[in-house]
């Protein structure tokens, strides 16, 4: 390849911060749409419950997501404490890697897209955000309609009950919490927070063979107690 080819290359070499939901599975598919090359995945999981924080998916499962997609993950434990030094050095690892892009699945966050631009911008990292501003409810009709299959995996006890828990995201489910009227239709707010098991992205799927239910702190979780990988014909079968 001549030099220029190679530099177009790297030019779109990016990174997907990767939270196992929706949000930043749709993120994904669009930045690879765009023609971003996507060398790795990015996920923390809380020290303490060895689960990413508010999804509650277990670490396992989330390297299952990626076995899935066939991106290599990237994963480490944080605290409160150190999730900013963990967050610096997941980006000095990818500028080790000459990736100087990163992908996330933000929708209108202000704050939050504030604080990683700043993080990102002073170790010469481009933040790309293919969701920003766009209306939750034509993302939601976007992600069911390029046939993505989540499910809920936690939702805030005092916004939404525990019948939500484990519920499929899919046209019944839009109906059905556009009739909330005060949540956030994409959960951006903490109302919910999903899990994608299938999509046009995967070339596998994830089977949740046995799941239950638990409240912790307020929040109710999906507990995936099995689940395993299949190949897209047996899911059909």
Same mark, same amino acid.
């Given at each position: 390849?001549?030099?220029? #080819?190679? #530099?177009?290359?790297?030019?779109k070499?990016?990174?997907?911060?990767?939270?196992?939901?929706?949000?930043?599975?749709l993120?994904?598919?669009?930045?690879?749409?765009?023609?971003?090359?996507i060398?790795?995945?990015?996920?923390?999981?809380?020290?303490?419950?060895?689960r990413? @924080?508010?999804?509650?998916?277990?670490?396992?499962?989330?390297?299952?997501?990626s076995?899935?997609?066939?991106?290599?993950?990237? &994963?480490?434990?944080?605290? $409160?404490?150190?999730?900013?030094?963990?967050?610096?050095?997941?980006?000095?690892?990818?500028?080790?890697?000459?990736?100087? =892009? %990163?992908?996330? /699945?933000d929708?209108?966050?202000?704050?939050?897209?504030?604080?990683?631009e700043?993080?990102?911008?002073? &170790? /010469?990292i481009e933040?790309?955000?293919? +969701?920003?501003?766009?209306s939750?409810?034509? +993302?939601? &009709?976007?992600?069911? /309609?390029?046939?993505?299959?989540?499910?809920?995996?936690?939702?805030?006890? *005092?916004?939404l009950?525990? @019948?939500?828990?484990?519920?499929? %995201?899919?046209?019944?489910?839009?109906?059905?919490?556009?009739?909330t009227?005060?949540?956030d239709l994409?959960g951006?707010? /903490?109302?919910?927070?999903?899990f994608?098991?299938? #999509?046009? %992205?995967?070339?596998?799927? !994830?089977?949740l063979?046995?799941?239950?239910?638990?409240?912790?702190?307020?929040?109710?979780?999906?507990? !995936?107690? *099995?689940?395993?990988?299949?190949?897209?014909? $047996?899911? =059909? &079968?």
């Amino acid at each position: 390849m001549s030099e220029k #080819g190679e #530099g177009l290359m790297q030019e779109k070499t990016a990174a997907c911060s990767w939270s196992s939901g929706k949000d930043s599975c749709l993120a994904l598919y669009k930045a690879i749409k765009d023609g971003y090359r996507i060398e790795r995945l990015f996920n923390f999981i809380s020290r303490k419950y060895k689960r990413v @924080s508010f999804h509650g998916a277990t670490a396992e499962i989330v390297r299952l997501q990626s076995e899935a997609i066939g991106i290599p993950l990237i &994963q480490k434990e944080t605290t $409160e404490e150190n999730y900013e030094e963990s967050f610096r050095s997941t980006l000095s690892e990818l500028k080790a890697r000459n990736i100087n =892009r %990163i992908v996330r /699945g933000d929708i209108h966050l202000e704050d939050l897209r504030r604080w990683v631009e700043d993080v990102c911008n002073e &170790q /010469g990292i481009e933040v790309i955000l293919p +969701l920003w501003k766009q209306s939750p409810e034509m +993302l939601l &009709q976007e992600f069911i /309609g390029l046939g993505f299959k989540a499910v809920l995996a936690s939702v805030w006890a *005092e916004k939404l009950d525990s @019948s939500w828990v484990g519920r499929c %995201i899919d046209k019944e489910f839009l109906v059905d919490i556009k009739k909330t009227g005060c949540l956030d239709l994409c959960g951006e707010n /903490g109302e919910f927070h999903s899990f994608v098991y299938d #999509g046009p %992205i995967f070339s596998k799927r !994830i089977n949740l063979k046995k799941t239950g239910k638990v409240l912790i702190d307020g929040f109710w979780f999906l507990d !995936i107690q *099995e689940y395993g990988l299949e190949d897209k014909g $047996e899911a =059909r &079968q």
